[in-house]
């Protein structure tokens, strides 16, 4: 019995499913091939660290702010070109008065003592979120630090600042509405092309602290193939040895996107 010949879906697999580097991004060389392109760290366990330690709550996240310096100092170490980190999400408007405005000054005050060093070594900001939310002092500090840091070619690190998911994905489908897209023009690739992380691969290695094994609401989109590694450490304590191992971890899977 002859059997006809199977037909694909013409869309399959997605161009979002590609493992490739992005020309701007510059091409791994053989020995730093299993770098992942673009790590995603959700810091979770600045309140846990805090309670410890007999500290407020705001120390705790003070001493997870001072946490991300060195981080990012490995990430650009260890040539990783795209750096995201969860730094508030929309639910976490739910917390107190005191908590979500020191949390806002604390981003204020590490954009003005961090941003001369992240320009130095070539890291370019980018926020992802709603920024139009934010009170109009923090959307100034965010404005000069992405003007500080706009010729960074070492990294780009993202920052998600009042961001969720789903509220990304809403936006992506107004965008497309307003700009007249038919519906049988939109393809995973157009999608792509209107969210926040537009431009930007997909993150191959999603890591969570503090021991939790949940996205949060943390890029459900772009995360759809990565990686996830959940590390027992919580933030304030996840340093470069932390960061090393969990792009230890990574480079030991075997990624196959459905084949």
Not at 9 to 33: K, Y
Not at 148 to 173: C, K, M, P, Q, W
Not at 186 to 213: C, F, K, N, Q
Request: proline content about 5%; hydrophobic content about 40%.
């Amino acid at each position: 019995m002859t059997r006809t010949r199977l037909a694909r879906p013409t869309d399959a697999p997605p161009r979002a499913h590609a493992d490739e580097r992005s020309d701007d991004l510059g091409q791994p060389s053989e020995q730093d091939a299993v770098v992942p392109v673009h790590v995603a760290i959700i810091m979770d366990g600045n309140r846990r660290w805090a309670r410890q330690k007999g500290i407020s709550e705001l120390e705790g996240h003070a001493a997870g702010v001072e946490a991300i310096r060195d981080v990012v100092r490995q990430a650009v170490r260890r040539g990783v070109p795209v750096l995201t980190l969860y730094a508030f999400s929309r639910e976490n408007w739910a917390r107190s008065d005191d908590e979500v405005d020191g949390l806002f000054t604390l981003l204020e005050e590490a954009i003005q003592s961090e941003t001369e060093e992240l320009a130095e070594q070539g890291v370019r900001v980018r926020i992802l979120g709603r920024t139009d939310e934010l009170p109009e002092h923090t959307r100034a500090s965010i404005e000069d630090a992405l003007a500080a840091t706009g010729s960074g070619d070492r990294l780009i690190l993202n920052v998600a600042f009042n961001y969720a998911g789903r509220t990304e994905i809403v936006d992506a489908i107004r965008r497309l509405c307003a700009s007249g897209v038919r519906p049988d023009e939109i393809d995973e690739e157009t999608v792509s092309g209107a969210l926040y992380t537009a431009g930007l691969p997909d993150p191959d290695l999603v890591i969570r602290t503090g021991g939790e094994h949940r996205l949060s609401n943390f890029l459900i989109w772009q995360a759809a193939y990565a990686e996830f590694y959940s590390s027992p450490v919580l933030w304030p304590d996840f340093g470069p040895d932390a960061f090393d191992e969990a792009l230890a971890e990574y480079a030991r899977r075997t990624r196959r996107f459905g084949r």
